[in-house]
Each structure stands twice: as structure tokens, then as C-alpha cells.
């Protein structure tokens, strides 16, 4: 039995792990891809060329990479949630 005043942890203390190098090389793409997104608007900005459909292209891809670093960081987490049960 638990003394009193004290909860029961639900679940163990997750010991701190550093980051692969597979996921610091994937942190870089990602900034890297936003980079270019935004470096595409800005350049589109100051030419004065952006119109509906340069706005709408740069958008799809912003979109594009913000879905699939959700993913990619959702199957991260539980990935490494599931190999840490073993």
C-alpha cells in the first residue's frame, strides 16, 4: 500500500536520451525546406509579382511540409514511445 498524501505514478520516469543523429539531420531539412518556402514568398513579395496563384503555390507548400513534419515527428514519438515498453 501507498503511504498517504502520496499518488501512485502512472507510469515510470523516462530516463533523458540525446537526439540520433537521424533526427538532428531531419530537424535540418525541415528548417532548411521552411527557408526556401519563405525565401520564395519574400522574393515573390519584393518583385511584385505575387499574385493569387504564387501566394496559393507557396501556401500548398508550406502546408505540404508543415503535414509532414506533424508525421514525421507523431510516428517519432510513437515509435520511441513502443521501443521503450521492451
Same mark, same amino acid.
Given at each position: 500500500?501507498?503511504?498517504?498524501?502520496?499518488?501512485?505514478?502512472? #507510469?515510470?520516469?523516462?530516463?533523458?536520451? #540525446?537526439?540520433?543523429?537521424?533526427?538532428?539531420?531531419?530537424?535540418?531539412?525541415?528548417? $532548411? /525546406?521552411?527557408?526556401?518556402?519563405?525565401? #520564395?514568398?519574400?522574393?515573390? $513579395?519584393?518583385? &511584385? #509579382?505575387? &499574385? $493569387?496563384?504564387?501566394? /496559393?503555390?507557396?501556401?500548398?507548400l508550406f502546408l505540404g511540409l508543415w503535414f509532414m513534419w506533424q508525421?514525421?515527428?507523431?510516428?517519432?514519438?510513437?515509435? /520511441? &514511445?513502443?521501443?521503450?515498453?521492451?
Amino acid at each position: 500500500m501507498d503511504e498517504p498524501g502520496r499518488e501512485r505514478r502512472v #507510469r515510470e520516469e523516462v530516463s533523458w536520451h #540525446r537526439a540520433t543523429i537521424l533526427e538532428l539531420f531531419f530537424d535540418l531539412v525541415f528548417v $532548411f /525546406a521552411l527557408n526556401r518556402i519563405s525565401l #520564395r514568398l519574400l522574393d515573390d $513579395f519584393h518583385s &511584385g #509579382r505575387l &499574385g $493569387f496563384s504564387q501566394f /496559393a503555390e507557396t501556401l500548398l507548400l508550406f502546408l505540404g511540409l508543415w503535414f509532414m513534419w506533424q508525421t514525421t515527428a507523431a510516428l517519432t514519438v510513437r515509435v /520511441a &514511445g513502443s521501443v521503450q515498453q521492451w
